[in-house]
Each structure stands twice: as C-alpha cells, then as structure tokens.
C-alpha cells in the first residue's frame, strides 16, 4: 500500500484516510471495537485490551499487542497505523502456545481483524498493494493466514495427520496411511459436504466495499447456442470462496443431476447432462484472477503447461509443513508419512490410467524421461541391427530424438507413419510398415501441435500382431480424455504431471510387470538397490530399480492431489465441454479472412494451431498478450508435423476446462482487428 508523502511543514501530517472514502465504508475506530467485542465473546475467551485471557477489558484497539508489520510498515502516529502496522499478517509467526495447529481457525488476538479497518482505503478498486496488484480482501484479510489450517481453507488439520488409534501410536484407522483414505479420494478437510457458508469476517459485519451501483456479479449468465453458460469470464468474483468450489460439491457421475444448483432445465434436457459449471471451476484456479497488461488473464497455453487448483497447491505446502522427508528409509514418523504420501500417489496414478498394480508405475520427471528410460532400458536390450523402430509424422521431438538415438547406437532404422492433409495418421500406410523387424512402434495419443486424436488402440493391436512392443505418448491426452492402459493393451504409456494440472518435474511411465522385471536400471545409485559390494549389486525389484536417488516426493504428492481433482470433477464431463469449447472457437475462427488452420481431423482433443496471412505467429502471439490472452507461438516442439503443412510454426491456442467462450472471443476480436490491417 503506498503511502501519502509527508509535507515539509508537518512531516507527520498524513490526511486523513477516511476523507476520500465513499458514503457506507465503516469508520475504523468502530470496525476495532467490533473485533474486540467479537473476539471477547468467543468460548472460552476472556480478551482484555491487550488480547491476553484475564486482562481487564478496554475498548481501545490500541491495545492490543503490537506486532511487527515488516511487509507494509507505516510512520509513527499515521492514522493509517493499526496496532500491529498496516496489514499485518506476521507470515511465518509460531502458533500460539496452547493452540491444535489446524483447530485454530481464529487469531490469538484481535490484532490481525483489526488492521482491515485502518486498511479500509486500500480496500477500494483503485488501491493498489506493493506488488502492484490491486488489493482485496482475499490478500489482506490475515485471519485466514493458510498457517493456521482448518477446514475453511480446505486443507488437512495438522493435528489429524497422524492420530493415534486403537493403541497403535502414529496411525488413523482409517487408512494404513498418514492423511488419506485409500478407499476414496481425500477431501482435504471436507468429509460429509460442502465446508460452512459463514466467514471469520462475517461477525465484524463488514460491508461490500464495492463503489455505489458496481455489483461483483454483471448479471445472469446467458446461454450459448450449445449450452455453455455465457456472460462471466470478466463478472467473475475476484475473492475465491471455498464453499462454492466445483471440487467440494456436488461431483456426480455423468448424467445424474447435481442437487443444489441452478441451471437451465432447457439446456439440460438438450444435453442430456448437468450443465457443466464454469464458474464454479474457475473458482478453484487462483491464477486466472491474475491480470497481465491490465486485463484479467486468459490462459489458452494449456498444451504447454496447465494451471494448478487450489488443492493442488494446498497440498504441497501441508508436505513440506508437516510431512517433509526422505523416503523408503528411517524409523522416524515424518519418514513414515513422507513415504506413504509418495506410495499413495504411486496409486492414484495407477488407478487414474488403469494399471492392473501400483508396481508398473515409476516416477520421472516427465514425459521426456520417461521415454529417454524406455529407450535407454529396454530399446539398448532389445533392439539391434537391422531392427525398426516406428513413430508417426505427428511426434514431439521427445519421441523422436531418442529414438534417432538408439537407432544410431545400434543400427536400428527409424520408419516414419505418414498422415493426410487433415493431420491424421494413414492406418493403411502404417500398416505396410509393419513387419518383422519392427521391435517398437512409439505414438502419441494426441499431437501437442494438432490436437489430433490418434487411434491408438487400432495401432496397438496392429504392432502386436508383428510382435511389436507400443508405447503410447500420453501428454496431451490424460488431462482431456478418460485413458485405461489395459483396455489400450499398451505396453508403454508415458505422460506428464504439468499436463494435467500437477506440478511440473513429475511424471509417470507405466510399464507391463513383465517387461519393467525383464528391463535393466537406466541409472544407478542410492534408493534402486538391495544390496552393494564391490564385487556386485543386486537391484531393487520393479519400479524401485528405474528411481535412483531421492525423487521428487512432494511434486509426486502433488500430482496425487491433481488426480484426485481431475477425479472428481469428472474426465467425460471435462471431455464433453472442452470437445463443445473446441467447436465454438473453430466454428468463429474458420471464417476470418487470412486465417489457416493448420489440423482439421475429424476427431480432436482441445488444440486450435492456425495461421494468419501478413503476420508471423510470433506478431499474432504478441499481440494476444498485449490482451491479456497468452497462447504458443512457435513450432511446439514437433517441427517435423508443421513442415508436412509448409510452415514453420503456428499459433496455437489450447484449450481447458476452465477456459470460457468468453475467453474464446476475446481471442476471435483480437485475430480479427488484425486480418482487417
């Protein structure tokens, strides 16, 4: 928050705050006296002036206990100046002595409630804080500081990780692991419903802040012409509320009606299904309130990297605030939790893709490892000269160098399926590649550059019947499409975390038992082995023998977390809207004069690659931003597909479950004021 200069004659004289604020705002002087008499009131609570139990009472806010406020500190004296600075929220303070970390919903004083009143100026729209963000109750309301956990946050009592039960010190009954139930996905403090609807803040009484006549909803949402709500990508509220999150209520499967909330009976009996709450979503995803060259941000970037929900987020923190250790070894409790959080993801993963057992899942960094380790592993061992090795026209150079690789280190030849002029994959001319000597055909499920929807169990089927191993690169299909290994029958499936709303630098290959027993370690060190001695070492069975050193724990743990989002939302309903969302955009963008899409398969994951005649794709990309709207310019790793088109790079919008046909037009204007220059 910027403070007033000073002027010379007074160099304490700061005007008064109250002066410039709208009719209605609290005086702040009565918004302390509402804390103390609110915080007074509590059970078991007996707050004096000062906020200590058993003190005398006063009715000064002056009283209370004077905090540091390092982050916005104000000059002696201001008006501006609460008792502990302006907006302080002491982050990275102890929990106060006494206090169940989790259960401590509430401040031990009234000190943090009390600066939202001397902070009421910085509550209006045209205040910014010191980052340069506009403020809002959200980012200066300390009394929700995530430090003290709870249920209103949505993330786990730290008290409840490790409860002890039934005598056995250090375990909940309910799970053979610390904090989650493997029986259902964890709600991270939501066992039995949505969380509570009443806010700390509701007892002070504090009123909208918004100006006379701004509402914080525009209006009703209209309905577009195929049934996706319309009318709130910018009307929106700024403050996330955890009790409207998609992921806390009312989840159903497909088709069942979601009781609670409202929507078009006409839109639903079109659909045949609830219609799909963006708003609701939107919700969970701090970062789409961000606001880039002072409009708020649309993210059509989501092939490169998606956004992260809130529980996401919430979940690495509680690991590295209560569970942080290494894994697989040590006696003491927090090796104990760290590991059954780790294992835990290992099994979401393996039911979220549809392994048959956790053991055919390992770790990576990411798809790029992932088929680096197969190539590395069981290419070395099982492919030679004059063998063949098989990808389509469509692959991101992950699953082409290290093929060219192994091709080179062994006299191997790389054979290339070529595709039509719609971006798909010639089954008839793939199967003339087939022989033999083919020992792997490695194919992506969805092209990151064309958003093409290869059929990959068709192309299975087909390697097996030669005697082919298949490894499906799944990047770009996890987050858009339901994935089940066994069905597919692959061998190999590979894919990324930050492609389906985890952390970045995790990721995941599933192997069959067989094959990962037969393969040997592709890196050697600690945590992959049995036993060492100089003469020999004996390695650690399948995954534990392709996950040397210490892995990334907390991003596995994150990625757990993302599962489990994606879960309960629903990858059909996630499907069904983004495949509406993809029609919608291509529908406005096929007619812009100069626009070239470059991908037109019939069947299509959420990915719009075009280009516009007088502009580089780079100028195209630039000028979207200058909007707010960030989408990929360039050739997306996959240079060899956008050759095939003549071109050299694309833009290329991509689409998620939290993007609205809004957004989508906001991105149609921009292309079209440029096609008419």
Known sequence: MTMPTPTSSSPTAYPDPTSALPAGLPDPAMLARLANAFFAALPGSTLGGNGVPGSAPSELAAAAPALPASTNPVPPGSPMAGPSGAGSGIPGAAIPQGKVPGANLAPSAPTHVLSLGNRAPALLPHAAAQNGLPDNLVTIAPALDSRYGGTALGVPEAAAANLPADGAAGRSSASPYYFIDIARPPSYGVEDGPLPTASLLDPLGVPSLLPAGESANAGPPQGSSFGLPRGFAESAPARPDATERYFLEDIRSPGTPASGRTSDPAAQAQSGHPQFDVNAIRRDFPILQERVNGRQLVWFDNAATTQKPQTVIDR??????????????????????????????????????????????????????????????????????????????????????????????????????????????????????????????????????????????????????????????????????????????????????????????????????????????????????????????????????????????????????????????????????????????????????????????????????????????????RALSEEGIAVRAGHHCAQPILRRFGVEATVRPSLAFYNTPEEVDRMIAVVKRLARH
């Open 316 to 621: 690495l923190a509680y690991f590295y605030l209560h569970e942080n250790s290494n894994i697989h070894r040590a006696a003491h409790a927090l090796a104990g939790r760290a590991t059954d959080a780790y294992e835990g993801a290992r099994n979401r993963v393996q039911r979220f893709i549809g392994a048959s057992q956790p053991e055919e899942i390992v770790f990576v960094r990411g798809t790029t490892e992932a088929i680096n380790l197969i190539a590395k592993s069981w290419g070395v061992q099982n492919v030679g000269a004059g063998d063949e090795i098989v990808v389509s026209h469509l692959e991101h150079h992950a699953n082409i160098v290290p093929w060219q690789q192994l091709a080179s280190l062994t006299g191997a030849t790389l054979r290339v399926i070529p595709v039509d002029d719609s971006g798909q994959v010639l089954l008839e001319e793939y199967s003339r590649l087939l022989n033999g000597k083919t020992k792997i055909v490695a194919v992506t499920q969805v092209s990151n550059a064309l958003g093409t929807v290869v059929p990959v169990k068709e192309m299975v089927e087909m390697a097996h019947r030669v005697g082919a191993v298949a490894l499906i690169d799944g990047a770009q299909s996890v987050s858009h499409m339901r994935v089940d290994v066994q069905a597919l029958d692959a061998d190999f499936f590979v894919f990324s975390g930050h492609k389906v709303f985890g952390p970045t630098g995790i990721g995941a290959v599933y192997g069959k038992r067989a094959l990962l027993d037969a393969m040997p370690p592709w890196q050697g060190g600690g945590n992959m082995i049995s036993d060492v001695t100089f003469e020999r070492t004996v390695f650690q069975p399948a995954p534990h023998r392709f996950e040397a050193g210490t892995g990334n724990i907390a991003d596995a743990v994150g990625l757990g977390a993302a599962i489990d989002y994606v879960t309960r939302v629903g990858i059909e309903n996630i499907a069904r809207y983004e495949h509406e969302l993809l029609d919608y955009a291509t529908a406005l963008m096929k007619p812009i004069p100069g626009v070239r899409l470059i991908g037109t398969a019939q069947d299509k994951a959420s990915v719009l690659s075009f280009v516009l005649n007088g502009y580089t794709p780079e100028e195209v990309g």
